[in-house]
């Protein structure tokens, strides 16, 4: 199923336009898509109005699921599978299992937390990204506005917003999914 998305990019000099700019914006009911930057704006996702990432949660409970892996495997191993008396310790002493452990929980909250990214971000070996304007690796910050979320207000009056609020540019830009 192909289907155009349509966007309005507000492209932005200074940060402190640009911040300026995404109150303003905001405030006027106007739903931004995204801001692209070639740096990081300090705030601009409490500006965007961006939640609190779930992501340590999930950290937490693959590193839980590691740890719990761990000693199950070593407990197991050590105790029924292959019982050796090493030191003249007993089979099933915790303080050796606490290196490949601790190893094993890093591993695991490091692989989930990888994973949960990407599905999270929706970040897939095959798929293309969208590029709004070629200069936002460079010195230019973009703000771009989906008119599809948008379609209560007309893409003029975004493109109004958008020069009052201080871009220097308005341009229109779409893609073929």
Avoid: C
Avoid at 48 to 61: C, D, T, V
């Amino acid at each position: 199923m192909e289907r155009d998305t349509h966007f309005v990019l507000g492209v932005y000099e200074d940060e402190d336009v640009l911040m300026n700019a995404v109150k303003q914006v905001r405030s006027s009911g106007v739903k931004i898509h995204e801001v692209y930057s070639p740096y990081p704006v300090h705030g601009l996702e409490h500006a965007l109005g961006y939640k609190r990432s779930r992501l340590p949660i999930a950290a937490f409970l693959f590193g839980m699921l590691g740890t719990s892996l761990a000693l199950t495997m070593q407990f197991y191993m050590m105790k029924f599978d292959w019982p050796m008396i090493i030191g003249g310790k007993d089979f099933a002493a915790f303080p050796d299992f606490i290196p490949v452990s601790f190893e094993m929980t890093v591993l695991l909250a490091a692989f989930g937390m990888v994973g949960v990214f990407m599905v999270s971000s929706n970040l897939k070996p095959w798929a293309q990204p969208r590029i709004f304007d070629l200069r936002i690796t460079d010195d230019k910050h973009v703000m771009a506005i989906d008119l599809a979320v948008n379609s209560g207000m007309d893409e003029e009056k975004i493109k109004e917003i958008l020069s009052s609020s201080g871009a220097s540019e308005v341009n229109n830009k779409s893609f073929d999914e």
